[in-house]
């Protein structure tokens, strides 16, 4: 049976520390909010595009490109909403079997990733309850005055810092709706991460990754 897989576009009106971000010229004309909308697009796999928003431009641009709209309550677009309440709160208002989150501030993930992504899910998801992109984090950590990942009376050279350390880059995520509404997050209690590169790694928060983000896409893209 054919899995129901609708991909899911978060925005929120008022960005934190880059002024409407998702929807300033990114590329050629292009926002990441419409980059994000044709990645998506040419991804068979999946059946439908969710917009979710508080903000009047994005359903604009939703019309525009003839994807759905989910207008996201003034509560559930605000920092007041932990990320728990948000993701329980998608999951009981957006319909499918799976569903895929994907914000447009990961531009950079190539289109043979999202391939393989989805390959990945639809061979082994029996196997794990939600696939998640992560970037591997190889510095040297410490918490509370102790080293957590290396010997520091033995200190390594960088590149032989373990590979069991992950970060979660947010970029492609997905999870059955009724897990989502059940552990009220995108990642599940038995997880499959799949590892990005550096560069397909990169988020957008601040100016800098912004500006960074636009040469990198630039030389590859």
Known sequence: MKSNIVAIIPIRKNSQRIKNKNFINFYKGKSLLEIK????????EIDRIVISSDSSRAEKIAKKHNIFFHKREKYFASSKCSGSDFFQHLALSIKGNYLM???????IIKQQ???KFLKTFSLLKNNFDSLNT???LKTFMWKDK???NYNSFKAPNSQDLPNNFFELTFGINIISRKNMIKFKNIVGRRP??????????????EKIDFE?????????F
């Open 113 to 115: 990733t999202y391939k």
């Open 134 to 136: 992560v970037s591997v």
């Open 146 to 148: 102790k080293s957590l």
């Open 212 to 220: 960074t983000a636009q040469i990198i896409y630039k030389k590859n």
């Open 101 to 107: 989150y994907c914000p447009c501030t990961s531009p």
């Open 192 to 205: 499959k991460f799949m590892i990005l590169d550096k560069l397909e790694s990169t988020d957008i928060d």
């Open 37 to 44: 909308i044709n990645q998506l697009k040419k991804i068979k």
